[in-house]
């Protein structure tokens, strides 16, 4: 009579044969089902990828080109509004474009908007908004007197600051629309800002407070001051005797306009 092999016999007689490692020297793919893998082949022929497949990513998509195609304020924005070289985008809330006096000579420079702007779809809104809107009125301007904007228009998720990628892609819409607003005076609010568009590397503890040339495409220049940005100020409110005499200066500039 044939002896009735069960699993456990199976497995004390591949201990006893000295069996006793379950590993191979070679992985397998316990996975692998040949059936289907000759299936996928027949179905899908291989090919070359060709230059034109290649997938859009940022550093394929000229933001330079579409932000420059723009030529009011109303086209930049859509044209911001349809780019996708940037995934902050799919992040945020709203797009924050810009707010104040489109006709004015001041035009003021953040980094990116908070929760509150990135609610609401508008520059400084939130506590940095509002000790920027007791700044300017300081120095005898109120927020609708100037315009107001930002380098990156999407909300970074938890606030944090752009990545250089970031900050890359969003670079050529905030030139157009710094060209578009055409000011007079431009001010740099915090590091982000100053560093950026003055392609500096300092930080802005020695940026603040010095005049510099913005320099436009056409190469003509725009006086640029740095100042530090409320957020900092909220934290290290001893900072705030520099930060007077920055709006002094600024105020001192405009007169001379
Ligand atoms: N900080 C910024 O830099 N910009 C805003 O719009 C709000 C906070």
């Known amino acids: 009579m044939k002896e009735k092999i069960t699993s456990l016999k199976l497995s004390k007689w591949i201990v006893e044969s000295g069996q006793d490692e379950l590993l191979s020297e070679s992985p397998q793919n316990r996975f ?10 027949e179905v899908v022929p291989s090919r070359k990828i060709a230059p034109q497949d290649k997938i859009d990513s940022p550093k394929n998509i000229n933001s330079t080109e579409i932000a420059n195609m723009a030529s009011t304020l109303v086209e930049l924005r859509e ?11 799919h992040t945020a809330m709203n797009i924050v474009f810009g707010d104040g006096d489109e006709k004015s000579d001041v035009m003021l420079i953040g980094e990116a908007p908070g929760a509150d702007e990135d609610r609401e779809g508008i520059p400084f809104v939130g506590l940095s908004g509002k000790l920027l809107n007791k700044m300017l009125s300081s120095v005898g301007l109120s927020r609708s007197e100037v315009y107001i904007t930002n380098i990156i228009p999407w ?3 938890g606030n944090r600051q752009p990545t250089i990628q970031e900050t890359a892609a969003c670079l050529p819409f905030i030139q157009r629309h710094i060209e578009l607003i055409n000011p007079k005076v431009l001010i740099l609010v915090g590091g982000t800002a100053s560093k950026t568009l003055l392609v500096r590397k300092e930080g802005i503890m020695r940026l603040r407070g010095r005049w510099f040339d913005y320099q436009k495409s056409d190469k003509t220049v725009i006086p640029a001051l740095s100042i530090f940005h409320p957020a900092f100020l909220l934290r290290s409110p001893a900072q705030k005797v520099n930060a007077w005499k920055d709006l002094l200066a600024i105020r001192s500039r405009l007169k001379n306009l």
């Open 32 to 41: 692998f089902d040949p059936d289907s893998e000759s299936k996928v082949l």
């Open 79 to 89: 044209s911001m509004i349809n780019y996708d070289g940037c995934s902050l985008k």
């Open 155 to 157: 909300r970074p998720p």
